[in-house]
């Protein structure tokens, strides 16, 4: 069975600073991938980065980047110059290798961004 | 271009009510995914489809069913409705197991 843990229930950072989320995971399969998604207060879910697990490289979107390091299965997000749009819930989430792109979820970081 | 579609977006059912929740995706993709999240807590994988005619149950099934008959509409049933199933419920879609799903904005439940 897959499992996520983001063990940073909250975090105050401060704007223009960078910030690192947390996420480790539990599989037996060789082939998964890895997502970061972003949660508002207003509810949506919007998508920000995705590693695989064959990715020779880490994976970056813009103000985005993921220290993947399969061999301590952890996948922490890095968000650069945080914003006052960036204060949201985000979690981490990950797929099997069976077809369906089934996700199981982190219980997710709340991320405040302080003025 | 919509995207993925759920209505309704509030709903309020008494303990024993039946519902279905609509979810149409116009990207033409084959994966389609339900999910619910409870307050303070991550998702959870309801049922699943990896194309028209083929469901499959997720992490959380129970007291819930799922019908694909063609590659947009993806709806949710609740057979009998209970207090415990009071969450938001996500929609998903995506092309395959390396893409992005795409969600919708979700439908907030309440069972009373």
């Known amino acids: 069975a897959q499992k996520i843990t983001q063990t940073q229930p909250g975090m105050f950072v401060q704007e223009k600073e960078a910030v690192t989320l947390d996420c480790t995971y539990d599989t037996s399969d060789p082939s998964y991938g890895l997502f970061w998604y972003k949660q508002p207060s207003s509810g949506e879910m919007i998508f920000l980065i995705y590693?695989?697990?064959?990715?020779?490289q880490n994976a970056t979107e813009g103000r985005y980047s993921l220290n993947f390091q399969k061999a301590r299965k952890s996948a922490n997000l890095v968000i650069s110059a945080s914003q006052l749009g960036d204060s949201a819930m985000y979690f981490c989430?990950?797929?099997?290798?069976?077809?369906?792109?089934?996700?199981?979820f982190g219980g997710g970081t709340r991320v405040l961004v302080k003025p | 271009n919509a995207g993925v579609t759920q209505t309704p977006k509030f709903q309020v059912l008494k303990t024993g009510q039946s519902m279905t929740l609509q979810c149409a995706q116009d990207?033409?993709?084959?994966?389609m995914s339900w999910y619910r999240q409870d307050p303070g807590m991550g998702l959870r994988l309801i049922h699943y489809s990896v194309g028209a005619g083929i469901t499959d149950q997720g992490e959380v099934p129970n007291g819930y069913n799922v019908s694909r008959s063609t590659t947009e509409d993806f709806p949710l049933r609740l057979l009998s409705a209970a207090p415990s199933q009071t969450s938001v419920y996500f929609c998903?879609?995506?092309?395959?197991?390396?893409?992005?799903?795409?969600f919708g904005d979700g439908t907030r439940l309440s069972i009373l």
């Open positions: 590693q695989g697990s064959y990715d020779q």
């Open positions: 998903a879609s995506s092309y395959g197991n390396d893409q992005p799903q795409h």
């Open positions: 989430a990950m797929r099997g290798p069976t077809a369906g792109n089934k996700l199981t």
């Open positions: 990207m033409n993709h084959e994966y």
